[in-house]
C-alpha cells in the first residue's frame, strides 16, 4: 500500500451498470496526481435494483419501521474468492468495484432498505385504516470500504487512510443531508459474525433514513426538555460534566474526548465527541479530523484490547448527527461504539426486558468500563 | 402427570433458607386434596442473596438502565442433572425447588435485576451530578417453571396446566402491583438459546419492574395522544381495526384475537388481545382464562410449526400489561410474541440501524407472516 498524500483525496464519481452510483475516495498518489485511473466498465449488465421498502407507523410506540421485503436474499457470508467488495482482478469474475484496486470507494448498497426508486404506489395508510399511515422508503443506503485489503480491519489501518475514510464519511453526510427527504444521515460499521455481520470485507454502512429513527427521537425530546430547562445543550453539558468528574473518562485529546456514559446500557460502551459543538462530520475541520483519525483508531485498538484471548472483539459503531431539518441545533456529533460481548465467548442476549419492554440491564459497570478501557491502552 | 382438577389450584407459600419466597401452584388432585405435601425444608444453607441493582437514568433517552454487576456470576446452561429447576431427587443434591415433584412453581430469582432489599447507600445522582439521577433497583423478580418436566415445553402441556400457569401468572400480577413501588408487572419467557436462554428447564420470569420500561413510556405517550384526539383506547381502537380489516388476523376466539401488528418489526410477530377491555392477566374472568389456556398452546404450537425442518422455534413471549398508577386507563392487556428467526438457520441480527438508532427493518410483509401463521394452524 502505497503512502496517501496527506489529508488529499480524489473523488471520483462513477456509475455501476445498473445505474447506482459508486465514488472513489483515493489517497495513494498515483491516482491523486491523475497517473491512474479508477474509470473500468462495469461489465455485469445487472438488472435495476428491486429497491425501496414500505415505511409503516407503528402506532404503538410512534417509530417507522421499514419492511423490506426483497432483502431477504441479500449475499450472506460468501467465501473470500467470492468477495463482492474487493477489487476486479484480472481472470476473475467482475465484483461490485470495477476497478483493479481502489484506497476507499463508497457505492449504493445492491439490496437497499431504503432507496430513491419505487415505492410511489404506496397508499397513505395501511387497509385504509388512519392508525397506521404507511410511506415510500425513500433514502439511500450505501455502501463504504475501508480498504481494498479483504483480510485486515479497520483498526489495522494506518492513520492517513482513517483520515481518508473520514473525508468519505464527511462527504457523504454533506451530500446525502441536501438530498431532499433526508431527515438524519448515520454513518456505521458492523464487526463481527456475532452480530449478524454477512460480508467480511472491511465495510462500513451509510444510511440517510427518510425519517427520525427512535433514538434521535428520544434525544431531541430530552434535549428540547433539557434547554427549556437549562437554556444549555444537553450533549454539550454531558460532556462537560464527563470532563469536569473524569470518573469514566477513557481519553482527551486536544479536540475530542472519550468517555463511557453514566447509564451505558451495553457491557462495553464508549462515546467520543468533539469539544466544539459541531453538528456532523461535515462541520469538522482539518485540526479535528487530523486528531480523529489517530483517536478513533486507538479506541478501535482498545475495544481489540478488551478482553483477554479475543482477538477481534465484536462491535457497533455509529456517529450519531444532528437531524438535518428541523430541530437541528438540538442534536451534536458523537459517536457510540458497543460491543454485546458480556466476557469471552459471551454475548449478551436482548431477551424479553430489553426486547419485549425496552428496559436494559447492564452486568457491567460503566466506572469500570472505563476503567478496563483506559487500562488496555 | 397426573390429571389437574379443572380450574382449581392450590397455592402454598414457602421459603428458601437464603429467605427468597417460593410458592406453589398445584393443581394434581393429590395435592389439591391435601394428600400429599410440598413442605420439605431446603438444606442448602445458602447465603443471603448478594441482590438489586443500581438505577442509573439515561438523559439521551429517557430511560432507565438497570446495573446490576452481581448477574455475571449467574447460572450458565447447566447439564441438566444439575438443572437448579428441577424438583429435589431422593439422593442428588438440592435445587432450588425442595419437593420431590411439583405442577407449578414461582420462586424469586436468585440472581435478580431488580429485589427488594440493598441499595440503601445509592446517592440520588451519580457523582453529584444533576443530569444523572439515580437510585436503587428496588422491585422483584420471579422465575415461573411451567412443569417439573426438564425435557419438554410450554407448547407441549395441556390446557389444564397452562391454565395453571395463567392463575399463576395472575396471582402474582396482582400481589406484585400491590407491593409498594411496583411500576408494571412483566410476565414473560425467553425460549431458545438463540435468544440467550441460560436454562433449558421449561420456565419464564415474572419481574416488577420500579420504573415505566421505555416500551410503556412509548405506549402511554401514545396512548394520551389517541385519547386527546380520538376519545378512544388506542390498543382497543387498533384491535377493533384489525378484527375490521382482517387482512392480519391469524385467528377470534369468543373472548381473544390473534393478530400480526400492521408495522411488526420482527421477521416473525403476533399479537393476543382479549375482546374485553382488561387491565391485566388479574382482571381476567374464568372464561377468558379457559379460552386462554387452549388459544395460547395454538399459538404456541403454531410458532413450533412456523419453519419447515425447525422443531423449536426461539421466541420471546411477553405479557404488555397496564402500569399499576398513573395512567393505567390507557394501559390494555396484551400479549406480544416474536421470534428473531428469519429463516431456518438464520437469525435477524439487532445491528447498527436497530440497536444503534432504534430504527428497525423488516425484511417480512406482515400480511405474509398472518398468511403464514394461518396455514401453520
Known amino acids: 500500500m502505497s503512502g496517501p498524500a496527506c489529508g488529499f483525496v480524489r473523488r471520483t464519481v462513477d456509475r455501476l451498470s445498473d445505474g447506482r452510483e459508486i465514488i472513489y475516495f483515493d489517497d495513494s498518489p498515483e491516482y491523486v496526481e491523475g497517473r491512474a485511473s479508477r474509470s473500468l466498465p462495469d461489465q455485469r449488465a445487472l438488472p435495476r435494483a428491486a429497491g425501496g421498502s414500505t415505511l409503516r407507523y407503528d402506532v404503538l410506540t410512534g417509530d417507522w ?18 468477495c463482492p467488495l474487493c477489487p476486479t482482478r484480472a481472470g476473475r469474475a467482475p465484483t461490485e468495484i470495477p ?38 422508503g425513500r433514502g439511500r443506503c450505501e455502501v463504504i470500504c475501508f480498504t481494498s485489503d479483504h483480510g485486515t480491519g479497520l483498526s489495522r489501518l494506518e492513520p492517513a487512510r482513517v483520515r481518508t475514510v473520514i473525508e468519505a464519511w464527511a462527504d457523504r453526510t454533506e451530500h446525502l443531508s441536501a438530498q431532499p427527504g433526508t431527515a438524519q444521515v448515520f454513518c456505521f460499521e458492523n464487526r463481527g459474525q456475532e452480530i449478524g455481520v454477512t460480508l467480511h470485507h472491511p465495510h462500513g454502512q451509510i444510511y440517510a433514513y427518510p425519517f427520525l429513527p427512535a433514538r434521535t427521537t428520544a434525544l431531541l425530546r430530552q434535549a428540547a426538555e433539557h434547554r427549556r430547562r437549562t437554556g444549555g445543550n444537553l450533549l454539550r453539558d454531558v460532556l462537560e460534566a464527563e470532563r469536569r468528574v473524569r470518573t469514566r473518562i477513557v481519553f482527551e485529546g486536544e479536540h475530542w474526548t472519550a468517555y463511557v456514559p453514566a447509564a451505558a446500557r451495553w457491557p462495553v460502551e464508549v462515546h467520543l465527541a468533539p469539544h466544539r ?79 419485549g419492554m425496552g428496559a436494559w440491564i447492564n452486568d457491567a459497570v460503566p466506572e469500570l468500563i472505563a476503567a478496563r478501557f483506559r487500562e488496555v491502552g
Do not use: C, M
Not at 308 to 335: M, N
Open 65 to 82: 419501521v421499514a419492511i423490506a421485503s426483497h432483502r431477504n436474499t441479500r449475499t450472506f457470508l460468501p467465501p473470500a474468492d467470492l
Open 99 to 136: 476497478a483493479r484496486d481502489y484506497d476507499v470507494v463508497v457505492l449504493e448498497n445492491r439490496f437497499p432498505a431504503f432507496s430513491r426508486t419505487g415505492g410511489e404506489q404506496v397508499p397513505g395508510t395501511v387497509d385504509g385504516v388512519d392508525l397506521w399511515p404507511q410511506s415510500a
Open 277 to 355: 459543538d459541531r453538528a456532523d462530520l461535515a462541520e469538522l475541520d482539518d485540526a479535528e479530523r487530523d486528531e480523529l483519525s489517530h483517536l478513533y483508531l486507538d479506541l478501535l485498538r482498545r475495544v481489540d484490547r478488551y478482553y483477554e484471548g479475543v482477538e477481534a472483539t465484536p462491535y457497533i459503531s455509529g456517529w450519531h448527527q444532528a437531524p438535518v431539518g428541523r430541530d437541528r441545533e438540538l442534536g451534536r456529533l458523537h459517536l457510540q461504539l458497543f460491543s454485546v460481548l458480556r466476557a469471552p465467548g459471551r454475548i449478551k442476549y436482548l431477551a424479553g426486558s430489553e426486547s
